[in-house]
């Protein structure tokens, strides 16, 4: 199978330190030498350097951790998902994170332009003891006629295998045409964003402390959240502006890092 884009990367813990022990990348799909913001854990940020995602575009990126290997990962930019006319544009990511691993990905957000046909699928296979932490967040992209939600449709699968069993699937499919705006919808907002942090330090006290931190989110962000049957915490927002929701996963970030991971926080975004 050819793909338009295709990186492969892995992490391992070597002397108390994270290092990038094997990547490979061909296509429109590059990655930069890891930039070290914690001491022991580097960032790696992933490039497309075609400037968008177009008609019959399918890319795979698969990111393996080893045994107590930390990772932060993010992209240079936006995913810009531009008009298809004959086929859909496809993105397969593959997560696998061995004990005591952690990996942070927060991707910029998936803009989708007019006539637009995005599939995303994301598989996870993680262990009990290891940590998951990612933040998606899809935006409407400019339309010659003004209007939103120009884009045909979007749907994102998440996949995640806990010790080999599948206990997670998250599906999220947005078709305009259907009616996007209304109530159990979008209900009048334009952003939609979906934080996961699966891991063993999601505790009951840690939940009780989210809850009061959930106060101080902006006023003008609608949130919700929820626990799945493994440890772990779920939240979505629904916005009107990308930086509403991106400083609300910063917060979360910052809370997940300080209070479970016991590190200082980082700071990804570019602007």
């Not at 927060?106 to 803009?111: H, K, M, T, Y």
């Not at 334009?190 to 809850?211: A, C, N, R, Y």
């Not at 991106?246 to 890092?257: A, K, L, N, P, S």
Request: glycine share 6%; hydrophobic share 40%.
């Amino acid at each position: 199978m050819s793909w338009s884009g295709l990186l492969q990367c892995t992490a391992m813990e070597k002397n108390g330190r994270t290092v990038i022990s094997d990547s490979y990348y061909e296509g429109a799909m590059k990655m930069i030498r890891p930039i070290y913001l914690h001491p022991s854990q580097p960032t790696i940020y992933l490039i497309h350097v075609g400037g968008g995602y177009v008609d019959g575009d399918r890319y795979k990126t698969e990111i393996m951790l080893q045994e107590g290997a930390h990772l932060i990962a993010t992209t240079q930019s936006a995913t810009k998902i531009y008009k298809t006319i004959k086929e859909p544009v496809q993105q397969y990511t593959l997560f696998s994170l061995d004990d005591q691993s952690v990996l942070e990905f927060f991707p910029d957000p998936v803009i989708a332009y007019e006539k637009a046909q995005f599939y995303q699928e994301t598989t996870v296979y993680m262990k009990e003891s290891s940590t998951f932490i990612y933040g998606d967040i899809i935006t409407p992209g400019w339309s010659e006629s003004g209007e939103l939600f120009r884009y045909d449709w979007f749907r994102s699968k998440l996949k995640l295998y806990y010790e080999g069993n599948l206990l997670l699937f998250d599906h999220l499919y947005l078709e305009p045409s259907t009616g996007l705006t209304g109530i159990l919808r979008m209900e009048g907002y334009t952003h939609f964003g979906s934080l996961f942090v699966i891991s063993p330090f999601i505790t009951k006290d840690i939940l009780q402390k989210f809850e009061r931190m959930a106060a101080s989110f902006p006023a003008s962000a609608h949130l919700g959240w929820s626990t799945p049957i493994i440890p772990g915490l779920i939240v979505r927002v629904l916005a009107y502006e990308t930086y509403v929701i991106e400083t609300i996963f910063q917060m979360i970030h910052q809370f997940i890092r300080e209070e479970c991971l016991r590190e200082e926080p980082v700071f990804l975004r570019k602007y």
